[in-house]
């Protein structure tokens, strides 16, 4: 294998993490959407709240909300924002769609409770993916750099003061917040570290066998071997 086709099976590797990743994190949104009356994670209150107010649809939100946050992020660091970051802003909200769309609700309270803890596994395992190839980060993660570089606060702080002001301003639209959006707020960013760590694991274990592959072909042949 040369090392250009090593390259290109590299990042052809790398992109589709990161887009099984988007999908997955859709499929995550949307499963606790089914049931949100236990309320949804903060930044999804706002999507919610503005597709109850202004109509659309909650995924068509998710995108207006990123492209404003990228361009915000764009003209304070006076640079493009990465492909990666652009295709993270449409896809999600596409698939967030998507798979409201396609999931059922479901009507007894243990399959809604299942719905919801599964659902924010699920979001969990697709950050993981999408964040390990490193291809761009969402633009909600821009804007908390960006905020953490301007005022020297701690990520989490940041963290937690953004997530709390979009589920307040979602509120005030009528988005559902619940001990769901407190269970999100507080525990999401626990499971992402268990499932980024095991994403990172598994990607570099594909790449390196790659590698592994490409040693085994260009070893030289033996001159005395018999067929």
């Known amino acids: 294998m040369k090392s250009n086709d090593l390259n290109t099976r590299t990042e052809v590797i790398r992109w589709s993490y990161f887009l099984i990743g988007i999908v997955i994190l859709g499929l995550g949104i949307a499963m606790t959407m089914q049931v949100k009356e236990f309320g949804i994670g903060p930044w999804d209150v706002l999507h919610y709240g503005l597709y109850l107010q202004l109509g659309l649809t909650v995924g068509t939100w998710a995108i207006i909300a990123g492209l404003v946050i990228v361009v915000i992020h764009s003209l304070i660091r006076k640079k493009l924002p990465q492909i990666g970051t652009v295709l993270n802003m449409v896809f999600i909200g596409v698939f967030i769609d998507f798979f409201n769309w396609l999931l059922p609700e479901p009507e007894l309270f243990l399959m809604e409770a299942a719905m919801f803890i599964g659902g924010t596994f699920v979001i969990a395992i697709g950050i993981g993916v999408y964040v390990a190839p490193d291809i761009g980060a969402g633009p909600r993660d821009g804007l908390m ?51 980024l760590p095991y994403a990172k694991e598994s990607l570099q274990f594909l790449i390196t066998r790659g590698e592994m592959y490409e040693n085994i072909y260009q070893r030289p042949l033996r001159s005395n071997h018999n067929d």
């Open 145 to 195: 750099l960006i905020i953490t570089e301007a005022t020297g606060w701690k990520v989490s702080t940041v963290r937690n003061g953004i997530e709390i002001t979009v589920a307040v301003l979602g509120f005030l639209l009528g988005g559902p917040v619940g001990i769901g959006t407190v269970f999100i707020a507080l525990f999401l960013g626990t499971f992402v570290g268990y499932t």
